[in-house]
């Protein structure tokens, strides 16, 4: 198994280490992931791969401390992840339910400046919203209404009320899975462009292969019944990425083949 990395700090943001959750009781209890361990270093782009029902959505929520597990620890800067935290914010596939219809595009990503632990002191709030808008290209939609915009653009709102959070570690559960093609490749550069500018760790799950290559620094593969890693490769191809030539890069293509085989498990 390859342990280089590259694209990140070198130092653990996070650290899995030996985690195990089962569900269900009794003779209905099932392993769900089993014996997971890994680091993911400051600054660093992983991506998760496997099949459906492997455990991808159970493991970001185990990051997000959402669930505890079962066995093994979880630590996020040397610290145990003991519950939600605004230091890890979590994208979810779901982008209809995950942004609220009565709250305007601004007051969407305003949520991500509000509640308890909330960094940023009043006036400073309507500033930084405004700066987010523009950074997802969404300041000529902040007063509309998340109803009145295109599947892509409520997707936007939803990663800039994470980024509002400032969250140390972005979680994504295959964020761009419902949408077409080219909006998902202009938002995969988007969050590309902004992970490295902002420095922020990223664990970013889906289920397409290509996907993954194309943004990752490192692709972990997990295999199903019980969840586990099925093997992880490092993506040596540099940033920028460009759509049309990376998928065209004869690396690109090796490292699809590779993990093709994997996930096939041959
Ligand atoms: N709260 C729960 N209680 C019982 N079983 C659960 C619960 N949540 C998930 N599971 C089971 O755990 C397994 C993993 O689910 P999970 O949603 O993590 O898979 P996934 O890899 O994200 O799948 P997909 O690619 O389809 O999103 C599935 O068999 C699912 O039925
Ligand atoms: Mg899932």
Same mark, same amino acid.
């Given at each position: 198994?390859?342990?280089a990395?590259?694209?990140?700090?070198?130092?653990? &943001? @996070?650290?899995?280490?030996?985690v195990? @959750?089962?569900?269900?009781?009794?003779?209905?209890?099932? &392993?769900?992931?089993?014996?997971?361990?890994f680091d993911?270093?400051?600054? !660093?782009?992983?991506?998760?791969?496997?099949?459906s029902?492997?455990? $991808?959505?159970?493991?970001?929520?185990?990051?997000?401390?959402?669930?505890?597990?079962?066995?093994?620890?979880?630590?996020?800067? %040397?610290?145990?992840?003991?519950?939600?935290?605004?230091?890890? /914010?979590?994208?979810?596939q %779901?982008?209809?339910?995950?942004?609220?219809?009565?709250?305007? *595009?601004?007051?969407?990503?305003?949520?991500? @400046?509000?509640?308890?632990?909330?960094? =940023?002191?009043?006036?400073?709030?309507?500033?930084?919203?405004?700066? @987010?808008?523009?950074?997802?290209?969404?300041s000529?939609?902040?007063?509309?209404?998340?109803?009145? =915009?295109?599947?892509?653009?409520?997707?936007? *709102?939803?990663?800039?009320?994470?980024? /509002?959070?400032?969250p140390?570690l972005?979680?994504?559960?295959?964020?761009?899975?419902?949408?077409?093609a080219?909006?998902?490749?202009? =938002?995969?550069?988007?969050?590309?462009?902004?992970? $490295? *500018? !902002?420095? $922020?760790?990223?664990?970013?799950?889906?289920? %397409?292969?290509?996907?993954?290559?194309?943004?990752? %620094?490192?692709v972990?593969v997990?295999? /199903?019944?019980?969840?586990?890693? &099925?093997?992880?490769?490092q993506?040596?191809?540099?940033?920028?990425?460009?759509?049309? !030539?990376?998928?065209?890069?004869?690396?690109?293509?090796?490292?699809?083949?590779?993990?093709?085989?994997?996930?096939?498990?041959?």
């Amino acid at each position: 198994m390859i342990q280089a990395h590259t694209g990140g700090t070198g130092s653990a &943001a @996070l650290t899995l280490s030996g985690v195990s @959750l089962a569900y269900g009781e009794g003779a209905r209890r099932r &392993a769900i992931l089993h014996d997971l361990s890994f680091d993911v270093e400051a600054g !660093e782009f992983l991506c998760l791969v496997g099949p459906s029902g492997c455990g $991808k959505t159970t493991l970001l929520r185990l990051l997000a401390g959402l669930v505890r597990p079962d066995a093994g620890s979880i630590r996020v800067d %040397d610290a145990p992840v003991e519950g939600p935290s605004r230091d890890r /914010a979590i994208v979810f596939q %779901d982008y209809s339910r995950a942004l609220l219809p009565w709250r305007t *595009v601004a007051g969407n990503v305003a949520l991500g @400046l509000e509640g308890p632990g909330a960094r =940023l002191p009043g006036a400073l709030r309507e500033q930084r919203v405004a700066e @987010l808008l523009e950074t997802m290209s969404l300041s000529h939609v902040a007063r509309h209404y998340p109803a009145q =915009l295109s599947g892509g653009m409520q997707q936007r *709102v939803q990663i800039a009320r994470c980024l /509002a959070q400032s969250p140390r570690l972005l979680l994504l559960d295959e964020p761009f899975g419902a949408l077409d093609a080219l909006v998902r490749q202009s =938002l995969q550069d988007e969050l590309a462009r902004l992970a $490295k *500018v !902002e420095g $922020k760790t990223v664990v970013f799950i889906t289920h %397409d292969l290509e996907e993954a290559i194309y943004l990752g %620094d490192r692709v972990i593969v997990l295999a /199903a019944n019980p969840g586990r890693i &099925a093997a992880e490769v490092q993506v040596d191809i540099p940033r920028p990425r460009h759509q049309l !030539e990376t998928r065209e890069d004869a690396r690109f293509l090796a490292l699809r083949h590779q993990l093709f085989g994997l996930l096939a498990g041959h």
